[in-house]
């Protein structure tokens, strides 16, 4: 683990962490972009303000993680465990999380820009807008709340298609 000179920031930028234990750590601003976190527990972890932009965090444990302000573009998230866990603000720009599971997580300003919610599992999510779901990829087989469901299915219904029945759609339309 390298100290960056003059500014107190951690990094392990692209290691492989595969596997390991940092339960109710102090993982603050830390510079794990690229890393390989696949199965990592991180229950309760502080992340606030990390980078783990591009990190593979496949099937990761962040039960009640801080990820506030956190940088997770383009992070591969899924099957990961968030329950409850604080994204305030996060940024998860084409963030796959796929199957993930995100009960009563706090979404509040988090970018979900394209990301991939195929499968996920959104019941009880605290403060997600109708705004922070129409600019997501997909929402196809997710699990949400009955009041959102309806809502955007009836001015979103792309959303509920998978990937490939978007792609093929796209593909016909540029056809025509």
């Not at 993982?27 to 932009?53: F, Y």
Request: hydrophobic share 40%; charged share 25%.
């Amino acid at each position: 683990m390298d100290k960056k000179k003059g500014c107190g920031v951690f990094t392990i930028k692209e290691s492989n962490l595969n596997e390991g234990y940092f339960e109710v750590t102090n993982l603050k601003g830390l510079n794990l972009s690229g890393a390989e976190l696949i199965e990592v527990n991180l229950e309760r972890t502080n992340l606030k303000g990390a980078n783990l932009k591009g990190a593979n965090l496949k099937g990761a444990n962040l039960e009640g993680a801080n990820l506030e302000g956190a940088n997770l573009e383009g992070a591969d998230l899924s099957w990961a465990i968030l329950r409850g866990a604080n994204l305030e603000a996060t940024n998860l720009i084409e963030a796959n999380l796929k199957k993930a599971n995100l009960k009563k997580a706090n979404l509040e300003k988090a970018n979900l820009e394209k990301a991939n919610l195929e499968g996920a599992n959104l019941k009880e999510t605290h403060f997600l807008s109708f705004n922070q779901f129409s600019k997501v990829k997909t929402l196809y087989d997710a699990k949400l709340d009955e009041e959102f469901l309806i809502l955007l299915k009836g001015k979103h219904p792309r959303l509920f298609k998978s990937l490939e029945q978007q792609f093929l759609e796209h593909q016909s339309n540029l056809l025509l």
